[in-house]
């Protein structure tokens, strides 16, 4: 039986490293398109070791479970973001309204001060 990890070790780092992989993080649907050019390649490059259709469906199954998780951690940074965006715009609006305030006061009472 055909270990997807194995699979991967052995037919796709012939012609990649595992970086090439690991940066994407994709669900089984795209692996699956993924894996099938892969397989394309590895049948169409003199040299390289092909990879069947068994070891294709095992390799796309290990992918998909190991780097699936794309949409999980998009969710988290976009609640990090969120968060950090409200924060920027309350620090923004609280200084915004300071300084309009400080300002205007200060330049009040500095005319009429002079002037008097
Ligand atoms: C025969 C050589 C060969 C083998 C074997 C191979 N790849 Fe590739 N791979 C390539 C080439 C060439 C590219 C660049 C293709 C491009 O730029 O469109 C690539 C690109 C990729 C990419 C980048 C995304 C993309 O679509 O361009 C991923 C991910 C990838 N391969 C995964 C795999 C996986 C997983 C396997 C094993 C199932 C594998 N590769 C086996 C040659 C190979």
Redesign the pocket.
Same mark, same amino acid.
């Given at each position: 039986m055909a270990q997807g990890r194995d699979?991967?070790a052995a037919?796709?780092f012939?012609?990649?490293g595992a970086s090439? %992989?690991t940066s #994407?993080h994709e669900d089984a649907r795209k692996w699956n398109r %993924?894996?099938r #050019?892969?397989q394309r390649?590895?049948q169409r490059?003199p040299g390289?070791n092909p990879?069947s259709e068994p070891e294709?469906v095992a390799?796309t199954a290990y992918?998909a479970r190991i780097l699936g998780e794309k949409d999980d951690d998009d969710h988290q940074e976009d609640e990090r973001e969120e968060e950090e965006e409200k924060e920027e715009e309350a620090a923004a609006s609280d200084a915004g309204d300071g300084d309009q305030r400080g300002r205007g006061r200060g330049r009040g009472r500095g005319r009429r001060g002079r002037g008097a």
């Open positions: 699979v991967v037919k796709c012939q012609c990649h090439m %992989i #994407e %993924i894996t #050019e892969m390649f590895s490059i390289k990879i294709r390799a992918l």
